[in-house]
T-cell receptor, first 113, second 117 residues
Framework: QQQVKQSPQSLIVQKGGISIINCAYENTAFDYFPWYQQFPGKGPALLIAIRPDVSEKKEGRFTISFNKSAKQFSLHIMDSQPGDSATYFCAATVTGGGNKLTFGTGTQLKVEL | DAEITQSPRHKITETGRQVTLACHQTWNHNNMFWYRQDLGHGLRLIHYSYGVQDTNKGEVSDGYSVSRSNTEDLPLTLESAASSQTSVYFC????????????????FGAGTRLSVL
């Protein structure tokens, strides 16, 4: 049972464009939603995270939009660059749940020149 | 600098053999996790530990075991390797929730690519 559904599986964006990756969750107990970025041959690394008490969080070119009523959240990468080409995972966890993360299936992003 | 290292980076084995993947962290984190990464499935939790002598099963634990004899290491053992266990394995660590509520960051190793032939 996939508790966090992520789409699309792959994405090609032109340099300077906006990359958008969407996630939806089922467990209403989830209260922390991180995004991890993974480059080829490397392990995932935390990129940005949000708690459901805010609808948006921005860090540089990366923004998380959160819709609690729809149980959806998305990652927007503004002015996408070739260096952003990586696999992105959304995740969710429950505070008090031992810091166990439930990951989405991942999105392979390629930013073309 | 603190880090988390996995070894070997690549491993080829035969079905039925026992295989152990090493994970060593110098963060002094209580929490350690093992995941497998497969296309279309993302990262799935195999086993995890909240401290020495503590181990717990994740969602895909069948055929795997772990032991935690010290804070730094959480080796993952495949008791009898199967072709379905061909995957990329990641180890991660984090502070315990008692130490920090504000950050639930997991730090990942670079992974071990395992092929079972």
């Amino acid at each position: 049972q996939q508790q966090v559904k992520q789409s699309p599986q792959s994405l090609i964006v032109q340099k300077g464009g906006i990359s958008i990756i969407n996630c939806a969750y089922e467990n209403t107990a989830f209260d922390y939603f991180p995004w991890y970025q993974q480059f080829p041959g490397k392990g995932p690394a935390l990129l940005i995270a949000i708690r459901p008490d805010v609808s948006e969080k921005k860090e540089g070119r990366f923004t998380i939009s959160f819709n609690k009523s729809a149980k959806q959240f998305s990652l927007h990468i503004m002015d996408s660059q070739p260096g952003d080409s990586a696999t992105y995972f959304c995740a969710a966890t429950v505070t008090g749940g031992g810091n166990k993360l439930t990951f989405g299936t991942g999105t392979q992003l390629k930013v073309e020149l | 600098d603190a880090e988390i290292t996995q070894s070997p980076r690549h491993k080829i084995t035969e079905t039925g053999r026992q295989v152990t993947l090493a994970c060593h962290q110098t963060w002094n984190h209580n929490n350690m996790f093992w995941y497998r990464q497969d296309l279309g499935h993302g990262l799935r939790l195999i086993h995890y530990s909240y401290g020495v002598q503590d181990t717990n099963k994740g969602e895909v634990s069948d055929g795997y075991s772990v032991s935690r004899s010290n804070t730094e290491d959480l080796p993952l053992t495949l008791e009898s390797a199967a072709s379905s266990q061909t995957s990329v394995y990641f180890c991660a660590s984090s502070e315990s929730e008692a130490e920090t509520r504000a950050k639930n960051i997991q730090y990942f190793g670079a992974g071990t690519r395992l092929s079972v032939l």
